[in-house]
Structures are given as structure tokens and as C-alpha cells.
């Protein structure tokens, strides 16, 4: 199994990203498709989900709810997160992950992406 991570850069504050992750080796439909993100000196925190104990909804964490959307396109077994209204504390290296499908907290996840650098300057 195997995700690659892109769609980082350098934004302003108020800017728009959208990041994917591609996924070979499992089907993104059938496992928990997660997003998290890891800022300098901090732990890696959840960002946003889709599992089986969210039904297949996607669940936020409180600071991105209202401004990030993670989304999958199962044609091209590929994850998203939209990520709108950016913030200076969003600034954080990004990680899409992959677990079983009851899936939720971050130790959950047994597939991990190489991260993308997301930089958003005030």
C-alpha cells in the first residue's frame, strides 16, 4: 500500500489549497481515508476523516470545521482535503493516511503518506 501526498505550497492568509493523496495497493472506498497535520514543535493532530464510524460522513476537527472538505474520488482512488479561508495556524506538514474502516484515531491508521508542507503567511 502506498499514498502520495501533494498539493502543498506557500499561500497568504485567506487563500485557497487543495491537497490529494493518491492511493495504490487499497481501495480508498473501502478503508478510512484520513488527513493529518503536524506543525513545528507540536504532535501530529487528526485534521478530518472518512470512516465507517462516521457512516461514511466526513468528521472535522473543531479548528478546520466550516473551511476544509476531504473528499474521495473513487474512480481515481484518490482522497482530498479543500482547504479554504487559510489561516497562519495552519501552517503544518499534512499526512493522508489509511486504516481499517472503523478507523478513527491517529493510531489507528496503518498507511501513511510522505507528507506535503503547507506554509500559510499572515
Known amino acids: 500500500v502506498q499514498l502520495q501526498a501533494s498539493g502543498g505550497g506557500l499561500v497568504q492568509a485567506g487563500s485557497s489549497l487543495t491537497l490529494s493523496c493518491a492511493v495504490s495497493?487499497?481501495?480508498?472506498?473501502?478503508?478510512?481515508m484520513g488527513w493529518f497535520r503536524q506543525a513545528p514543535g507540536k504532535e501530529r493532530e487528526f485534521v478530518a476523516t472518512?470512516?465507517?464510524?462516521?457512516?461514511?460522513?466526513?468528521d472535522y476537527a473543531d479548528s478546520v470545521k466550516g473551511r476544509f472538505t476531504i473528499s474521495r474520488d473513487n474512480a481515481k482512488n484518490t482522497v482530498y482535503l479543500q482547504m479554504n479561508s487559510l489561516k497562519p495556524e495552519d501552517t503544518a506538514v499534512y499526512y493522508c493516511?489509511?486504516?481499517?474502516?472503523?478507523?478513527?484515531?491517529?493510531?489507528?491508521?496503518?498507511?501513511w503518506g510522505q507528507g506535503t508542507q503547507v506554509t500559510v503567511s499572515s
Open positions: 495497493g487499497r481501495t480508498v472506498s473501502s478503508y478510512a
Open positions: 493516511a489509511s486504516g481499517p474502516p472503523w478507523a478513527t484515531g491517529l493510531g489507528e491508521y496503518d498507511y
Open positions: 472518512i470512516s465507517w464510524r462516521s457512516r461514511g460522513n466526513p
